[in-house]
């Protein structure tokens, strides 16, 4: 699975396309920390299922921009995200 992370100066967020099994998408950001940081930064980690959408980022800063969205809606897609404080 290829995780993407967003991050500000409070949280960072990993993401993933598609509703992955919630062990297996924590045991892959345990995974991605160690590689990272030589450890896992957070106790414990909270993940949940749920709807993006990537818009064009017209700003010329990315590619894209990926907004919270709903089954059903034209363009979104499955996603399973983990917000950490």
Request: aromatic letters at 16%.
């Amino acid at each position: 699975m290829e995780l993407g992370v967003w991050a500000n100066e409070d949280s960072q967020t990993y993401w993933a396309k598609g509703h992955i099994n919630i062990d297996q998408f924590k045991a892959a950001i345990d995974h991605q920390e160690k590689e990272d940081y030589g450890e896992n930064r957070f106790a414990s980690v909270s993940a949940e299922h749920g709807w993006f959408k990537a818009i064009p980022d017209n700003t010329g800063n990315y590619k894209c921009m990926y907004y919270p969205s709903s089954e059903g809606v034209k363009g979104a897609f499955k996603a399973t995200v983990a917000t950490i404080y």
